[in-house]
């Protein structure tokens, strides 16, 4: 069983809909959990970080964590054909020692 | 602000021949930059952490005398892929941390490499 589990989609979904990502885990150590944006042929770029289990809300975006069911899930509201991208997740037990493990990436097609 | 870079953004090389790829962070010192592999449809494997003026850390299964990783300044790092055989070819991303700043480590725009 992979650390991390992450449906590789594709998704699509039209343009102002709600978005739903999910990830699972197995490893209970985890304490910090990040979402990354991929465009193609582009490096991943840090969306949201948490530490702890509950919502932070940045924006269009919210980042969910529940700790009891090891499942985080990053929600975009009113989403954009320019959200188009792969959504990896990433989750350390300690930050500091940069050991993230990522997921496959979910691939969002937001069609106009 | 935090931008890295990487060069080139893709190369294609023979079997047997070493290719180089550099990474570096524009406007910010890193004094550790990472190193990751990913293949298609699979998720990103960090491979080595540089750290600047010391040996690179490589993880479990990674080669050292394949991928050598050297990391001379606080802007640059270098991975060398010697040797290149196709099962080599992938996408390779550099991220760097800034020395000022928490934990987030910013990515480059990745190098593909294939190997023919």
């Known amino acids: 069983q992979k650390e991390v589990e992450q449906d590789p989609g594709p998704l699509s979904v039209p343009e102002g809909a709600i978005v739903s990502l999910n990830c699972t885990y197995s490893?209970?150590?985890?304490?910090?959990f990040m979402w990354y944006r991929q465009y193609s042929r582009k490096g991943p770029e840090l969306l949201m970080y948490t530490y702890s289990s509950g919502n932070k809300e940045d924006g269009r975006f919210t980042a969910q964590v529940d700790k009891s069911s090891k499942y985080i899930s990053l929600f975009i509201r009113d989403s954009q054909p320019s959200d188009s991208a792969t959504y990896l997740c990433a989750m350390s037990v300690n930050p500091g020692t940069y050991k993230y493990i990522f997921g496959t990436g979910t691939r969002l097609k937001v069609l106009a | 602000g935090a931008v890295v870079s990487q060069h080139p953004s893709r190369v294609i090389c023979k079997s047997g021949t070493s290719v180089k790829i550099e990474c570096r962070s524009l406007d910010f010192q890193a004094t550790t930059m990472f190193w990751y592999r990913q293949f298609p449809k699979q998720s990103l494997m960090l491979m080595a952490t540089?750290?600047?003026?010391?040996?690179?850390?490589?993880e479990q299964g990674v080669e050292k005398d394949k991928f050598l990783i050297n990391h001379a300044s606080l802007t640059l790092s270098t991975l060398t892929v010697t040797s290149a055989h196709p099962e080599d070819s992938s996408f390779y991303i550099c991220s760097a941390k800034d020395r000022l700043a928490g934990y987030e480590q910013y990515f480059g725009p990745g190098t593909r490499l294939t190997v023919t």
């Open positions: 490893n209970s150590a985890f304490q910090y």
């Open positions: 540089s750290n600047e003026g010391s040996k690179a850390t490589y």
